[in-house]
């Protein structure tokens, strides 16, 4: 029996991508194996959302070829779309995919040879159907990934995706319901609507929205939680939450991008809000929902950032309190126009300011965590962690460890939360 071996890189999106690739493969008789061992095929999943993500998918592929120097190497994602040419260039590459044509993999795969050097990256631009990748199962996993949406046509000035993933294509809601519907009687509990910009779900599609969509998933038999992936803050408008609310097994929990608390930076950015408008979107959900968290994207060195519009960022993120934020440094894309700015900014600033917002985001992270001390809240377990303690989540995802001395996979439980380290809340079982 030949092996395939796997490995992701990047977003939920790719994740899922990844576990749909594992199946096709799987259902093709192969036997799947880590991506450390000997296989007889390699796929690599890229990211290219930042030069450490082509880094690393560069990393990965040689590490596969060290591997097994006769294995077929097939990369597809993000890296792959928007430079082929240079994947294909590397060792041992044998076929680059790109992001269209994965339901086809198994055969793309099988019809090569490890001496083959196969382009088979088509015009991204033109693709307007949603390609259609299903999942029966995920192996050790408690939360199920459901893709949704693909594409973005937002092209704010430093981001590739729109180049690598296309125009917004939205999945068919019948067919969403169905996966879940089968996960769910497989045992998956909790679900996360992903998608490369969840907030366009629907925009391409008749009679159909996200709105629409949460509350249909939220009526399936077997789903007790529903989360959402980042989503873009203009779609959180009071229509739109008044019409989520009463979702009862949606988690009060709202990852909302920023990217910068400065208006002149995000006009920059060509970012679609202000500040004075995101504020009001973070009002309007901490009063439609109890204990919710709001957690986010913040981007630092952005070309052009000045001290001034650097402290308005700060001063922001004092008065929005996020429960936790992902800070990262600018860096340039080729072919986006931030990248073509000449007002860049060098590493040591982007480094320097980088740690000023994270030391801010913690401030108001474990502000967030602290006020839940002492209380009692419902935990779904996912893993054991270490030292003897297993880990979950809250629906308003907080990291909770407990004392264990059984399996607790998929089980909730009642938790007191006792003390809180390093954003981790320590509690045991009540229940």
Do not use: W
Not at 20 to 34: H, K, N, R
């Amino acid at each position: 029996m030949k092996k395939a071996a796997f490995y992701t890189l990047g977003c939920k999106v790719n994740q899922y991508e990844t576990e749909a690739m594992t199946e096709l493969f799987s259902d093709a008789g192969y036997e799947i194996c880590d991506f450390n061992d000997h296989a007889d095929v390699y796929v690599i999943n890229t990211c290219s959302v930042t030069n450490m993500g082509d880094r690393k998918s560069r990393q990965i592929i040689r590490r596969a070829k060290k591997n097994n120097p006769n294995a077929v190497i097939a990369v597809t994602g993000c890296y792959a779309q928007t430079a082929p040419d240079e994947v294909l260039g590397l060792d041992g590459v044998n076929i680059v995919i790109g992001n269209k044509d994965r339901k086809n993999i198994v055969s793309l795969v099988e019809e090569i040879t490890s001496e083959s050097h196969i382009n088979h990256v088509s015009d991204i631009m033109t693709n307007h159907e949603f390609e259609e990748l299903h999942i029966k199962k995920y192996d050790n996993r408690t939360r199920a990934f459901i893709k949704i949406q693909e594409g973005c046509s937002q092209f704010c000035s430093y981001c590739i995706i729109p180049y690598a993933r296309g125009p917004v294509r939205s999945r068919n809601s019948d067919e969403i319901i169905k996966e879940i519907e089968k996960l769910s009687k497989n045992g998956f509990k909790e679900f996360i609507l992903v998608g490369i910009h969840v907030a366009s779900y629907g925009k391409d599609l008749e009679d159909t929205s996200l709105e629409k969509l949460i509350n249909q998933v939220d009526k399936i038999d077997g789903v007790e939680r529903i989360r959402l992936s980042s989503i873009e803050p203009m779609t959180l408008n009071k229509e739109f939450v008044d019409s989520i609310k009463n979702a009862k097994k949606l988690c009060p929990h709202f990852h909302i991008s920023l990217q910068s608390g400065c208006d002149e930076t995000l006009k920059r950015m060509n970012r679609k809000y202000t500040t004075s408008e995101y504020k009001e979107i973070v009002d309007g959900l901490r009063k439609a929902f109890d204990d919710v968290a709001i957690t986010t994207d913040i981007m630092v060195g952005f070309p052009g950032e000045t001290e001034e519009e650097f402290e308005k960022t700060i001063q922001f993120i004092r008065e929005i309190n996020f429960s936790d934020a992902h800070v990262f440094q600018y860096s340039p894309r080729r072919g986006t126009p931030a990248a073509r700015r000449t007002d860049q900014i060098s590493p040591e600033i982007k480094e320097k300011r980088s740690k000023i917002v994270i030391q801010e985001t913690r401030k108001t992270r474990d502000a967030y965590l602290k006020s839940f001390l002492g209380k009692t809240m419902k935990v779904l377990f996912e893993q054991p962690s270490s030292d003897g303690l297993y880990e979950g989540k809250t629906a308003n995802y907080i990291t909770v460890h407990v004392p264990y001395s059984e399996n607790l996979n998929d089980q909730f439980r009642s938790v007191f939360l006792d003390s809180l380290k390093d954003g981790i809340i320590t509690g045991h079982i009540v229940d």
